[in-house]
């Protein structure tokens, strides 16, 4: 469940005011269905039980937001990463925005100027987003999202593909509705933080096109790749740091609200 929360905590960076978790009401159409989460983001039910827990014992006093950011943080060290302290005390937003979604968070076959230029768009760096990515050693994805990379018609995003892997998708993917059917983000160590998610972008095993195109579409996100590959430490450095940064992104004494119930605004 930890590769779950991951996914769910670090994917929600473009939102880190808990918006994800809002269900859809007559008033707005929230995230949950917009293209880059529908069928991906999952865990929504361990953080509803989280919620549940802390509002018995101390009722509005932790934002589903801050629960986001430990939830994120606690899955890293459960599987194999370093720590960091959480600043707590963030607001949970009243409302959601599925266009607001599709619009900011980068899609899987997002090129590595699209991907820069969505990430400073919220204020953190090329840098940022190339270990940012590395949450992507955990989770799934839907076949529908790396389509591409197997029916080989984003041949400008994702130029290398292994042969062995590309068959095991089209296996995969071949096989059930691929709305539905899911992949591993990384096939090879999923259930565990490390630097693997590299490795196999290296390797020509990046699931997603956003993914691949790190080490086919610039040099400089190739570049740190490549150190992260050599040593993971700097990687698991540098995921702490830019994971420390995006959630100071938003000031804890900013406007909101601590929800009574994650999924709905009080």
């Known amino acids: 469940m930890t590769q779950e929360w991951l996914l769910l905590c670090c994917d929600s960076i473009f939102t880190i005011d808990a918006s994800v978790l809002l269900d859809d009401t007559p008033?707005?159409?929230?995230?949950?269905?917009?293209?880059?989460?529908?069928?991906?983001?999952?865990g929504f039910e361990v953080i509803d039980a989280i919620k549940a827990d802390l509002e018995y014992v101390c009722p509005q006093i932790v934002s589903c937001a801050d629960i986001l950011a430990v939830a994120a943080r606690d899955s890293v060290v459960l599987s194999g990463g370093l720590g960091w302290e959480v600043q707590l005390g963030r607001k949970d937003s009243s409302s959601a925005s599925k266009a607001a979604a599709n619009n900011n968070i980068p899609g899987p076959n997002s090129d590595v100027p699209t991907l820069?230029?969505?990430?400073?768009?919220?204020?953190?760096?090329?840098?940022?987003?190339?270990a940012l990515s590395g949450a992507h050693t955990m989770g799934r994805a839907r076949c529908s999202t790396f389509s591409s990379r197997i029916n080989g018609n984003n041949n400008e995003n994702s130029p290398?593909?292994?042969?062995?892997?590309?068959?095991?998708?089209?296996?995969?993917?071949?096989?059930?509705?691929?709305?539905?059917?899911?992949?591993?983000?990384?096939?090879?160590?999923?259930?565990?933080?490390?630097?693997?998610?590299?490795?196999?972008?290296?390797?020509?095993?990046?699931?997603?096109?956003?993914?691949q195109v790190l080490a086919t579409g610039d040099d400089r996100t190739r570049e740190i790749i490549q150190t992260y590959v050599d040593d993971p430490s700097t990687f698991y450095e540098d995921f702490k740091n830019s994971m420390l940064k995006m959630g100071s992104l938003v000031s804890v004494s900013s406007g909101g609200e601590i929800r009574r119930n994650c999924r709905v605004i009080n």
Not at 27 to 42: C, D, H, I, Q, Y
Not at 165 to 185: G, I, M, R
């Open 160 to 211: 290398d593909i292994n042969l062995e892997f590309l068959q095991s998708l089209q296996q995969l993917c071949s096989e059930s509705n691929s709305n539905t059917t899911l992949a591993d983000l990384d096939h090879m160590t999923p259930s565990m933080f490390d630097n693997q998610y590299y490795i196999n972008i290296l390797s020509g095993e990046g699931l997603l096109a956003s993914d």
């Open 27 to 42: 008033n707005f159409v929230g995230e949950k269905t917009a293209a880059p989460n529908l069928n991906s983001l999952r």
């Open 116 to 130: 820069v230029s969505k990430f400073q768009n919220v204020g953190l760096t090329l840098e940022d987003m190339v």
